[in-house]
């Protein structure tokens, strides 16, 4: 069976549909180190600094929060520009996480993105637009603000 971790883990040709289907199917709820998104939002890169500034994780884009029979929904190619952009703009240092894109076959080319945010390769910490304070993932809510200062204590501490 396939968790997060497991599919956080796993080398990037190993990321198959059939492994993001089963995470999905699973039922888990959006937490510290997993976030759905229908479609491409302003607010990914705000995830993507505060997962890197905190344990890491997986935003997968194409799937829904609701429930629903079918929670993969697909997004189209042109999203991944989107999230290079977005992070290009928004995070200082500008940094792009590694985007998977696992194709929905018997579609018109829609694909789920599994973006995978690991701290060990993010500078920390991240910024949004280059604005203390940092944003780090705290449980299923959100982010919480800390300063930059306090983002390089939390990094000592936690060995990231």
Known sequence: MTSTASLFACRSEDV???RVRELVAVGQPESLTLEYKE???SKIPDSVAAMANSYGGLILVGVTER???DRITGVPEPTIV??????HQKLEP????EIIPVPL???DGLMVLVIRVDPAKAPRPLLIQGAAPAM??????GWVSVTACQARVFSLLVGC
């Not at 989107?82 to 992070?87: E, F, K, S």
């Not at 500008?94 to 996480?97: A, D, G, R, S």
């Not at 780090?136 to 809510?141: K, T, Y």
């Open 39 to 41: 479609s491409y939002a």
């Open 82 to 87: 989107q999230v290079v952009n977005g992070c």
């Open 94 to 97: 500008p940094w792009v996480p």
């Open 136 to 141: 780090c993932r705290f449980g299923v809510s």
């Open 16 to 18: 198959t549909l059939e």
């Open 67 to 69: 429930n629903v029979d």
């Open 105 to 107: 076959p018997g579609t």
